[in-house]
């Protein structure tokens, strides 16, 4: 049986080119509350997108326009999927 300790130093890091900054806090909470309170559909979470911290730090974010279902069928992409797009919302 693998203890927690010998699984954990199995684990190998990831090379340097690979890692990825996490990015500012501060900068990330900010857009974070923002799409919320705005009610923003974005790829970012809409999308579950890993990287989204990235480009929150840089305040910025990929928005979907038309509600938060894409016309797309990206595999690696957890946007919920529709053949046609949400009626426009003129508040949007």
């Known amino acids: 049986m693998t203890t927690q300790k010998q699984w954990r130093s199995e684990i190998t890091a990831l090379p340097s080119w690979l890692r990825r900054p996490i990015g500012n806090a501060s ?3 900010t857009v974070q509350r923002i799409i919320k309170q ?4 974005t790829i970012c979470e809409e999308g579950r997108c890993p990287n989204r911290g990235e480009c929150y730090s ?5 928005f979907l326009l038309m509600g938060p279902t894409c016309t797309r069928s990206c595999a ?4 919920d999927k529709g ?3 949400m009626a426009l919302d003129p508040e949007e």
């Open 38 to 41: 705005r009610q923003i559909h």
């Open 83 to 85: 053949h046609a797009p």
């Open 58 to 62: 840089q305040k910025t974010a990929t």
């Open 27 to 29: 900068d990330i909470s």
């Open 76 to 79: 690696f992409c957890q946007v």
